[in-house]
């Protein structure tokens, strides 16, 4: 009698599912980007990064103990060849409640887009005010984007490289107008597990004309350096991640954030100590000349003036 055979315990998309969906719980938790009663605006671009966090966070909520509502809103900017009815019949299909806005912020983009530039910067702002608005109307107070770990370790290069800054995504930060709490609950999710899982679940992307066809080169530059550097240590991404929440701020040349480090409150303290060094060897001289190293050092103030 032949041994019956058993269908593997999940597949290629559960699989990638559990670990998506592990790692945004974990940020979600870490950093509490979902408060109790809170209305979340989940910002829906058409691309596969947008997909699948509404696709988590809406499995994510069913299970929190408190409620929070999401709202996915898709802003169309009338791009030539544009046709959203796949995304509105999938959010339908699915039961999201959604709104689909339209402006043509396009064409702005395109006037205001000098020769050789990318139009990221432009469409960026624009839609970013957008949807403030739509926000604002909505009830939100929160703001979920779809930012991944490459979006942040690629930021993180570029103004290492090109502004001499020490920055990349937060996972969560308060707009400058305080109105809202923009969040990334994917940041600690892999780019390549997102492209798959996207595949696999069959999402309808949708083209973006301006993005897709304006590659930004300096971040695809950073982004072939972290391949590069897999050379080094397969796992550098990882470790690269892990760095940005495991700061020394006494091991920094940053003059405030030492001066801010100095004045923490009571109890708050470094997430790792410096290991230290035994004395195992007293290492005497065998030869100084230190005649006066032992005399008691004077004050210049103390110094009578000269006549």
Request: glycine residues 6%; aromatic residues 6%.
């Given at each position: 009698?032949?041994?019956?055979?058993?269908?593997?315990?999940?597949?290629?998309?559960?699989?990638?599912?559990?670990?998506?969906?592990?790692?945004?719980?974990?940020?979600v938790h870490t950093y509490g980007l979902?408060?109790?009663?809170?209305?979340?605006?989940?910002?829906?671009?058409?691309?596969?990064?947008?997909?699948?966090?509404?696709?988590?966070?809406?499995?994510?909520?069913?299970?929190?103990?408190?409620?929070?509502?999401?709202?996915?809103?898709?802003?169309?900017?009338?791009?030539?060849?544009?046709?959203?009815?796949?995304?509105?019949?999938?959010?339908?299909?699915?039961?999201h409640r959604f709104e689909v806005l339209?402006?043509?912020?396009?064409?702005?983009?395109?006037?205001?887009?000098?020769?050789?530039?990318?139009?990221?910067?432009?469409?960026?702002?624009?839609?970013?005010?957008?949807?403030?608005?739509?926000?604002?109307?909505?009830?939100?107070?929160?703001?979920?984007?779809?930012?991944?770990?490459?979006?942040?370790?690629?930021?993180?290069?570029?103004?290492?490289?090109?502004?001499?800054?020490?920055?990349?995504?937060?996972?969560?930060?308060?707009?400058?107008?305080?109105?809202?709490?923009v969040i990334r609950p994917l940041i600690?999710?892999?780019?390549?597990?997102?492209?798959?899982?996207?595949?696999?679940?069959?999402?309808?992307?949708?083209?973006?004309?301006?993005?897709?066809?304006?590659?930004?080169?300096?971040?695809?530059?950073?982004?072939?350096?972290?391949?590069?550097?897999?050379?080094?240590?397969?796992?550098?991404?990882?470790?690269?991640?892990?760095?940005?929440?495991?700061?020394?701020?006494?091991?920094?040349?940053?003059?405030?954030?030492?001066?801010?480090?100095?004045?923490?409150?009571?109890?708050?303290?470094?997430?790792?100590?410096?290991?230290?060094?035994?004395?195992?060897?007293?290492?005497?001289?065998?030869?100084?000349?230190?005649?006066?190293?032992?005399?008691?050092?004077?004050?210049?103030?103390?110094?009578?003036?000269?006549?």
């Amino acid at each position: 009698m032949e041994p019956q055979r058993t269908a593997p315990l999940h597949d290629e998309k559960e699989v990638l599912e559990r670990r998506l969906l592990s790692k945004l719980t974990k940020t979600v938790h870490t950093y509490g980007l979902l408060q109790p009663g809170e209305r979340v605006m989940v910002c829906l671009s058409g691309g596969k990064d947008s997909y699948t966090l509404l696709h988590l966070l809406d499995r994510l909520v069913r299970t929190l103990p408190f409620d929070v509502r999401l709202v996915a809103v898709h802003l169309d900017q009338r791009q030539p060849g544009y046709d959203g009815t796949p995304l509105a019949r999938w959010l339908e299909a699915r039961g999201h409640r959604f709104e689909v806005l339209s402006e043509d912020t396009y064409a702005v983009v395109k006037e205001r887009m000098a020769a050789g530039q990318t139009p990221c910067a432009t469409c960026s702002r624009l839609r970013r005010g957008i949807l403030y608005t739509a926000a604002e109307r909505l009830g939100c107070t929160a703001i979920a984007l779809g930012h991944h770990r490459e979006d942040t370790l690629e930021t993180l290069l570029l103004n290492l490289v090109y502004t001499g800054k020490l920055q990349a995504m937060p996972a969560s930060y308060v707009t400058d107008d305080g109105r809202f709490r923009v969040i990334r609950p994917l940041i600690a999710c892999a780019e390549a597990d997102i492209a798959r899982f996207a595949a696999l679940e069959g999402f309808p992307i949708l083209p973006c004309t301006l993005c897709g066809s304006q590659p930004d080169l300096k971040r695809e530059a950073m982004n072939q350096l972290l391949t590069s550097l897999e050379a080094l240590n397969p796992r550098v991404r990882e470790s690269m991640l892990a760095a940005l929440g495991n700061v020394r701020p006494t091991h920094l040349l940053d003059a405030d954030v030492a001066e801010a480090w100095r004045r923490r409150p009571e109890g708050l303290e470094a997430k790792s100590e410096a290991k230290s060094t035994p004395s195992r060897f007293p290492a005497l001289p065998v030869r100084s000349h230190l005649d006066d190293w032992l005399a008691p050092v004077s004050d210049p103030a103390a110094r009578e003036p000269d006549p």
